[in-house]
Nanobody, 119 residues
Framework: VQLQASGGGLVQPGGSLRLSCEASGRTGIMGWFRQAPGKEREFVATINGYGAIKIYADSVKGRFTISRDNAKNTLYLQMSSLRPEDTALYYC????????????????WGRGTLVTVSS
């Protein structure tokens, strides 16, 4: 599976962005992760194959929404009320055997897209 994330950019605090992740091949359970400068990678959200079950990190719950369009083989992350601490390289991942917050359970990864939240 090949994954290509896009949609990152510079946004002011309180603003919104939508990330996309186009996939080739069968993806199954997918997720978003992020890595801020000098920090370890952290879980953001995950979604099951039908898009009916979603799990979020506490830090983004209520502000971010994960979704998928299987007809387009694309995963999305709608981000609202962005904060400076959301600044990070955002990665999409796929093919986990179960819904998981552990990035090691996702065998397929795309290149990250950079989100910078700053005034």
């Amino acid at each position: 599976v090949q994954l290509q994330a896009s949609g990152g950019g510079l946004v002011q605090p309180g603003g919104s962005l939508r990330l996309s992740c186009e996939a080739s091949g069968r993806t199954g359970i997918m997720g978003w992760f992020r890595q801020a400068p000098g920090k370890e990678r952290e879980f953001v959200a995950t979604i099951n194959g039908y898009g009916a079950i979603k799990i979020y990190a506490d830090s983004v719950k209520g502000r971010f929404t994960i979704s998928r369009d299987n007809a387009k083989n694309t995963l999305y992350l709608q981000m609202s009320s962005l904060r400076p601490e959301d600044t990070a390289l955002y990665y999409c991942a796929s093919s986990a055997p179960r819904l998981s917050r552990n990035g090691n359970e996702y065998p397929d990864w795309g290149r990250g897209t950079l989100v910078t939240v700053s005034s």
